[in-house]
T-cell receptor
């Protein structure tokens, strides 16, 4: 079945460490998105990519970086510059008819 | 810029009753799409229903219907015959029709269905 796989499900980061969240899709979608969700709040856009080898900053990109070297993959790196990284991270892709598919998310905690 | 407002942080409903979750939006685009998602405690986002700004009729999907009032810029979700499994967070979202074509989300409503 087609879908989006995010890994790991839970991730613990020490202060000052960079960590990378994986997002893989087998839907053949061109566009992919990363969202951050804080407890009791809605989703906010971190980065997006509309095509391979291209990506753009979203609304809260500071302290994050991404790459899009393959159509299937859109990893997100949370750098040490992100001062408050504890959150739930969701990856999504969009089809040409503007439907969106979400992954099951990664819960990141700073220890 | 687009904005979605959900003014009900939490709602309670009795099992088998109907409930309405409010959503208002603001946009200057003439064309837009409105979505409702359900997020259970596991965190996944489950698509419920979609309404296009030019759709003449309100969208319906099983027990879900969307009360779309364009002049009032509201897109309320109605869940009929609530079930215990409906307890979750519900998010209203708007699709950007140009540029990044991302979803803009409201802050959500936590629905609790009581037996």
């Amino acid at each position: 079945d087609g879908g989006i796989t995010q890994s790991p499900k839970y991730l613990f980061r020490k202060e000052g460490q960079n960590v990378t969240l994986s997002c893989e899709q087998n839907l053949n979608h061109d566009a992919m998105y990363w969202y951050r969700q804080d407890p009791g709040q809605g989703l906010r856009l971190i980065y997006y990519s509309q095509i391979v080898n291209d990506f753009q900053k979203g609304d809260i990109a500071e302290g994050y970086s991404v790459s899009r070297e393959k159509k299937e993959s859109f990893p997100l790196t949370v750098t040490s510059a992100q001062k408050n990284p504890t959150a739930f991270y969701l990856c999504a892709s969009r089809d040409r008819l503007y439907g969106y598919t979400f992954g099951s998310g990664t819960r990141l905690t700073v220890v | 810029a687009q904005k979605i407002t959900q003014t009900q942080p939490g709602m309670f409903v009795q099992e088998k009753e109907a409930v309405t979750l409010d959503c208002t939006y603001d946009t200057s685009d003439p064309s837009y799409g409105l979505f409702w998602y359900k997020q259970p405690s596991s965190g996944e986002m489950i698509f419920l229903i979609y309404q296009g700004s030019y759709d003449q009729q309100n969208a319906t999907e099983g027990r879900y219907s969307l009360n779309f009032q364009k002049a009032r810029k509201s897109a309320n979700l109605v869940i009929s015959a609530s079930q215990l499994g409906d307890s979750a967070m519900y998010f209203c979202a708007m699709r950007e029709e140009t540029g990044r074509r991302a979803l803009t989300f409201g802050s959500g409503t936590r629905l609790q269905v009581q037996p």
